[in-house]
C-alpha cells in the first residue's frame, strides 16, 4: 500500500512536469520549468524531498521544488491572494479544501 501511494505520487507529479514544460516558449528547450509544490503533511516531508530528489536526478530540463512548511495553509491562502499559486499542491479533504474549490483556484487534471 505504502509503495502505492509512493508511486500515483511520482506518477501524478511527472504527469504534471510533463503538462507543464509544454507551457514554455517556442524555442526555449534549454531553459529549465521550474514547477512548485505546496504540501502540508509534516509527516510525509522525508517521502516528498526523497521524490523531489529523485525526479530532479533524472529530469534535466524540469525543477520540482517541494515546499513542506510548518503552517502551509496560512502559506497556501497567502500565495494564493498574491496570485502565486503554486504548479501542485498537496492537501487532504479538510475545510480549505473546499473553500479553495469554491474560489476555483484548483484545477481538473483529469482530462491531461
Known sequence: MKKSWKRNLLLTVAGTAALTAGCGAAGADSQVVQIDMVQYKM???????????????????IRLNIDSPNDAMTILKTRFIREDAPDIIGIGGEINYSSFLDSDMLMNLDDY
Open 43 to 61: 509527516e510525509a516531508v522525508d517521502i516528498f524531498e526523497e521524490l523531489e530528489e529523485k525526479f530532479n536526478a533524472t529530469h534535466d530540463n
